[in-house]
């Protein structure tokens, strides 16, 4: 489906992406995308975003990396990513792409709350009010 095609580009260039969890106000986080999922830690001193959770479903919303108004929005599906090996890997992942980490990042992290969400980019949200941005 095009729709998928154009989120997965454009979540390929995006370094950060608003998260909104419901009854929650939405927040730009920074992420990455592999494995056809977006990847995000959560830990005390890092980002947060309130409310998410395993299992829980939220919005995910791109903005234009050229007008950086809003692109696209669809749900996703959080699922928490236990110790083991894909975690390393997406931590691994998590600390190439960020911008100025701090060089105790990976001690730092080693207590992070590390998650998967499972992006429907087949189906957008076309209710910006869903995405609770403001």
């Not at 927040?27 to 395993?54: I, K, M, N």
């Not at 007008?67 to 992942?93: D, F, I, K, N």
């Not at 730092?108 to 957008?124: E, F, G, K, S």
Request: proline share 7%.
């Amino acid at each position: 489906m095009e729709i998928a095609r154009v989120f997965d580009a454009a979540l390929r260039k995006a370094g950060a992406v608003w998260v909104s969890v419901p009854e929650h106000p939405a927040r730009l986080v920074w992420t990455v995308w592999r494995d056809r999922a977006l990847w995000l830690l959560t830990a005390p001193g890092e980002q947060q975003v309130p409310g998410l959770a395993g299992g829980v479903t939220c919005t995910v919303v791109l903005r234009s990396p050229s007008t950086h108004s809003r692109l696209l929005a669809a749900r996703a599906v959080a699922h928490v990513v236990p110790p083991g090996p894909e975690r390393e890997a997406a931590l691994a992942a998590l600390a190439a792409a960020r911008l100025n980490a701090p060089a105790d990042a990976g001690r730092r992290w080693a207590a992070a709350t590390v998650y998967r969400l499972d992006v429907a980019a087949d189906r957008p949200v076309d209710d910006s009010r869903d995405a609770n941005l403001g």
